[in-house]
């Protein structure tokens, strides 16, 4: 080619490109990236290394490392959370004082809800905004055999909790509360009790993560702690692949609560609320219109018993 066909060839192609350019001022910007606002109960039970309550409350020499071990059991889910493409993560200390993770020690991308009492305890912050919920360092109801701390709400408080029938753990009252907001539970982790009533409440297609397998109430066998974060990231990465098909879990209303108490003096406590049923010595029941409406009442008769 010789040069003056060589100058041609590039003015066309100048005025090609330009009679394609947008118009200045109208230029495109990128698409905004779609919501993936992830909620996260974590309670301290089913955290890695821990196996008896003197390090899950404070004032015990244990606790500084077990509220550790809770930050990282959690900076591991919302590490992958945010390479999923998350745009926001909410996380819900939900255990005791709910004041356990050091705000400093959390993946400082995360918002952190911390301290108590909150209306909807170890939910407080979820709505209907947010598109998928974790439940980090969860436990198995109370009487459990082979489960970590097994407790449902309060140890010294309840037996059993029902719901339109049937017997909730924990991860089963919380789930309902991100099902009434049309959230589904996409992820649990904690012992492998946990990770069994999971699939018996919510289904097979919740991803668990054991992060340890008990021998009893107070005794386990720990994965090995770099192998549990691993494992923690994979789950939550998978659950966030899988979300399309995930299903809130909800209970349909009006909804019927059966409490048992350990001692029927808590029974006393509790009947005095309105509503309430006395259905024998130690049991309860009421019927709500909504179902934040009735585990509000719930945790309202819990909380006025006496230890037993
Ligand atoms: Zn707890």
Redesign the pocket.
Known sequence: MKPTWLVLFALASLAAGLAFAPPSGAQTKPAPKPPLKIFISV???GIWGVVNSEQ?SAGNPEYANARKWMAQDVNAAVQAAFLAGATEVVVND???SMRNIVAGDLDPRATLITGTPKPLSMMQGIDASFQACFLLGY?AKAGTENAILDHTISGSVVRSIKVNGLELPELGLNAAIAGYYGVPVVLVTGDTAVCRQTGEVLGPDVVTVAVKEAYGRLAAKLLPMDEVRQKIEAGAREALKKLSGAKPFKLAAPCRFELAYHVSAQADMGAMIPGAQRLDARTLAFTADDYIQGFRALRAMISIAPAR
Do not use: K, N, P, V
Request: proline fraction near 0%.
């Open positions: 309670d301290m039970e899950t939900s255990h005791g436990h």
